[in-house]
Structure formats: C-alpha cells, structure tokens
C-alpha cells in the first residue's frame, strides 16, 4: 500500500541547476552595498554591521568624519559568515540589505570574501527555462 501512495506523488527532487526551488521572500542570500537614486553609497563607514555581527566577519575601514564619512574598504568573509541579518537590521541608513543569491560555491577560501567591488554588484541568478 505504501509503494502505490509514493507512486502517484509529485517527485520531491529537481533538476539543479536547470530547475530551481521556489524561494522563500524572507530568504538570507549574499549581501549588497545599497546605494541611492543619484549613485553615491548610502554607507558612512559608522561600523554597527561589523560590532553586531557575533562572527566577526565584517570589517569596515572608513575616511573623513562626521557627514563628510566615506567607506574607504568594506569586506565581509563569507566563510565565517551564518547569513543571520543581524547586520542588515543594525544598519542605520538601510546601507546594506540580503539578496536571494545563494550560488556562493568557489574554489579558494580567498575568493570567499567579498570586498566593496563584489558587494556593490547586482547579483542577478540565471533565469533556466523548465
């Protein structure tokens, strides 16, 4: 009687990475550097995202003071990050959010942390056709 019942489901797998699971809204993904309508960071290197995060795996280097602040560098370590968001809600100028991208996989560790340039790229997954 069992076999039958599991003979008329829909299959639980997908074909990865032709087919891809329908993700949840709320999904913790790769991060992004926020900018605003004329181009120029929302970051003022204020260093809230690196002292929430309970990894340390944010480091922010920043120039200047008071409004004329500037990130000079900005680099999270994906290896020791555990996407919890914590540095998303400590942001005080919506600076940084989380995407839906989640194809992290590489071959070095050094490729792994992702400096200004990888977090200010709009990371967009490929669209497969089912």
Known sequence: ATTLKHLVR??????????????????????????DEEGKELCNA?????????????????????????????????TRCMFCGLCVEACPRNALRMTDFYELADYSRDALKADKAVLEVRHVPKQYKK
């Open 10 to 35: 829909k299959p639980v797998t997908i074909q990865y990475p032709k087919e891809r699971m329908e993700l949840s809204p709320r999904y913790r993904g790769l991060h992004i550097l926020m900018k």
């Open 46 to 78: 204020c260093g809230l995202c690196a002292r929430t995060c309970p990894d340390a795996a944010i480091e922010v280097v920043g120039t200047g003071k008071g409004k004329e602040r500037v990130v000079e560098s900005y680099t999270i370590d994906l």
